[in-house]
């Protein structure tokens, strides 16, 4: 009989026939591992792909929970919103065919109008109680639950498509970005949560900014959800611009900027754009950087107006940036960031100082989501 | 629609197995110990090996476990609202509330009575230990 207790009172402890067992077994391991490694490491792989995919459908589900709370207590619909809530859910958009790159930006510019229209209106039929403000915000909190269905739905598909096959490199790659998906989730999460109560998030450091110009301005609005307002810095014009808030908003400020170059007759010393940045991986939070061009995000079509419009005025465009990662942009917004937007206006008057003179005018922009932030 | 939240029971198994571990690797590494002076050498480098790999794993998963529960605050951090007087600077700190929005009115100053307004809302940041 084999002794299970050696000398030492250890189970498993070394006596002579139990090292013969446990040297068998590590060549029998070596040998499974040898043929099986890779499938030993596909279910390895597959266990943790499986626990995201759990996790990721619950908070899914807890977005897409929080969407019909805050509908049905904002909007008050008359029946239930959530088979149209479905449908959004699953709302898609094509992009224009890119064969022939002439005039694609117009394209795009014209489908993403037609989208955006067509998704404000859809909140609105489902939320009829709510004001233009709660129907921004409704608008931000499904596209957040819109988003957190997509990545689900994306991550499941290789998964199951994985399982199915069984194939190392399907399962390898959604493996691979697995950290950076939880995070993107996990930051959509709490977007969502600020979308509901109409908190500001990190990507409005740039309307704060406006905001804090335009403050005590008379405001005018342009058109598609913009506000700008005139103000003097050191006997120059200045003309700050944002989307209009405080309910969930990034307006068209291409559009809003071209028109006031228009406004002006081209008459403008220089356009200053403040928006948030994506920072590296150790860059402080909250940090300022400037820089020359269009600051400006999403699909291009604004950056592309910008830049055309200056192009053709021989207008400089100067971009400050403040630092923040991905999820501290669709997170509710952090006092480094919020303090950053003082720092910034400082910037951009020492920017007006140096680089134009007395009577000129100045546009400036401020990129990003204007929730929870007035004017 | 399952709106359940993911167990926390196997979390909690985890958690225990790993100290279970971890104990029963120390206890082996004391035997181990015991074992050299009594001059067994060789138990004492078997306990030895297999002491320091269980230690490893467990110290290995209880960290991994740790840091999965540091994200959880994160996620629900509060929300804070400061209201400011423009006369006087006499600044509120409070908790956001819902319709809360920078630049708004809010009240007056319990110093001037001058109209406050609210001019920052931003995201407390958990706070740190103190080493």
Redesign the interface.
């Known amino acids: 009989m084999i002794p299970l207790f050696?000398?030492?009172?250890?189970p498993f402890?070394?006596s002579g026939d139990l090292n013969t067992i446990i040297s068998l077994l590590m060549y029998l391991s070596f040998i499974i591992l040898m043929f099986f490694g890779q499938k030993v490491q596909v279910r390895l792989m597959l266990l943790e792909v499986d626990g995201v995919v759990?996790?990721l459908?619950?908070m899914r589900?807890?977005t897409?929970?929080l969407s019909l709370k805050t509908l049905k207590e904002v909007g008050k619909p008359k029946e239930d919103p959530t088979p149209e809530l479905n449908m959004m859910l699953e709302q898609f958009l094509i992009s224009p065919e890119g064969m022939d790159p002439a005039g694609l930006v117009w394209k795009l510019d014209h489908i993403l109008n037609v989208r955006d229209m067509k998704f404000k209106d859809d909140v609105k039929k489902i939320a009829p109680e709510a004001d233009e403000s709660q129907v921004n915000n409704l608008e931000n909190l499904i596209e957040a639950s819109q988003a957190m269905n997509t990545i689900y739905r994306i991550v499941r598909h290789f998964y199951l498509l994985g399982k199915r096959t069984s194939s190392f490199y399907i399962i390898l790659q959604i493996q691979m970005i697995l950290p950076l998906i939880m995070q993107e989730a996990?930051a959509l999460?709490?977007a969502a949560r600020?979308f509901s109560?109409?908190?500001?998030i990190g990507d409005g450091a740039g309307a704060?900014v406006a905001?804090r110009l335009m403050?005590g301005m008379e405001k005018r609005k342009l058109d598609r959800d913009i506000v700008a307002a005139e103000t003097m810095i050191e006997g120059r014009r200045v003309i700050p611009l944002k989307a209009e808030?405080?309910g969930g908003n990034v307006g068209k400020p291409g559009d809003a900027i071209r028109l006031i170059i228009d406004e002006n007759k081209g008459k403008i010393a220089m356009v200053v754009m403040v928006d948030a940045a994506l920072k590296l991986e150790g860059d402080k939070t909250g940090d300022l950087s400037e820089g020359i061009g269009a600051a400006i995000g999403g699909p291009g079509t604004e950056r592309f107006k910008i830049e055309e419009e200056a192009v053709k005025q021989k207008i400089p465009v100067y971009a400050i940036i403040i630092k923040e990662s991905i999820m501290e942009a669709i997170?509710?917004?952090?006092?480094e960031?919020?303090?950053a937007a003082e720092l910034v206006v400082s910037r951009i008057k020492k920017l007006i100082l140096d680089r134009t003179k007395e009577g000129d005018t100045v546009i400036v922009a401020g990129i990003g989501n204007t929730v929870?932030?007035?004017? | 629609?399952?709106?359940?939240?993911?167990s926390t029971m196997y979390l909690y198994l985890l958690i225990a197995f790993s100290i279970a571990v971890l104990g029963y690797s120390v206890w082996?590494l004391y035997?181990g110990i015991l074992?050299m002076k009594e001059g067994?050498m060789?138990?004492f480098y078997?306990?030895m090996f297999i002491s320091l790999i269980g230690i490893m794993l467990a110290v290995s998963s209880l960290t991994q476990i740790r840091r999965r529960i540091s994200?959880l605050p994160?996620?629900g951090?509060k929300?804070l609202t400061v209201a400011l007087c423009d006369k006087c600077n006499f600044k509120v700190i409070r908790n956001?509330a819902?319709?809360?929005?920078?630049?708004?009115e809010s009240g007056k100053c319990q110093q001037c009575n001058e109209t406050m307004h609210i001019s920052?809302?931003?995201?407390?940041?958990p706070k740190k230990k103190q080493d």
């Open positions: 050696s000398a030492t009172g250890l402890g070394p759990k996790r459908e619950y589900n807890e897409k929970l996990e999460m709490a600020a109560q109409g908190q500001p704060l905001a403050r808030g405080p997170a509710p917004m952090k006092k960031i919020s303090e929870g932030i007035g004017q | 629609m399952q709106t359940r939240a993911p082996m035997t074992s067994n060789e138990s078997y306990t994200i994160r996620i951090a929300v956001f819902t319709g809360d929005y920078v630049f708004k920052q809302i931003y995201q407390e940041e």
